[in-house]
């Protein structure tokens, strides 16, 4: 059973930086993709990031030049670098995979994941 623990949210004023971790165990196969979504108060899910076995990135508009999306394939640890953050960016971060091919098109899609985090608070203050 694949599990995935995030670590490294926390509160930051605006401007500043944070790096998401998202540690996953009980993988038996090589990984498709996998993405880190955001969910603010009030507000859907929405795709912010995501990263394939080859390292082919995908972002969403609003986290291009200011997040970066990495993996350690050998540590099986994915990463998201988030800079420049803005209160707008306040949210509860998962990090998801998904098993299958995955089109480029829908890697920012919640429903081509299976298997999610618990999610990790980020709070960005004005």
């Known amino acids: 059973q694949v599990q995935l623990v995030e670590s490294g949210g926390g509160s930051v004023q605006a401007g500043g930086s944070l790096r998401l971790s998202c540690a996953a165990s009980?993988?038996?196969?090589?990984?498709?993709?996998m993405g880190w979504f955001r969910q603010a108060p009030g507000k859907g899910r929405e795709g912010v990031a995501s990263i394939d076995g080859d390292g082919r990135t995908s972002y969403a508009d609003s986290a291009k030049g200011r997040f970066t999306i990495s993996q350690d394939n050998t540590k099986k640890i994915l990463y998201l670098q988030m800079n420049s953050l803005m209160p707008e960016d306040t949210a509860m971060y998962y990090c998801a995979l998904s098993p299958g091919y995955t089109p480029i098109d829908q890697r920012l899609s919640e429903n081509q994941y299976r298997s999610w985090g618990q999610g990790i608070q980020v709070t960005v203050s004005s």
């Open positions: 009980g993988l038996h196969y090589n990984w498709h993709c």
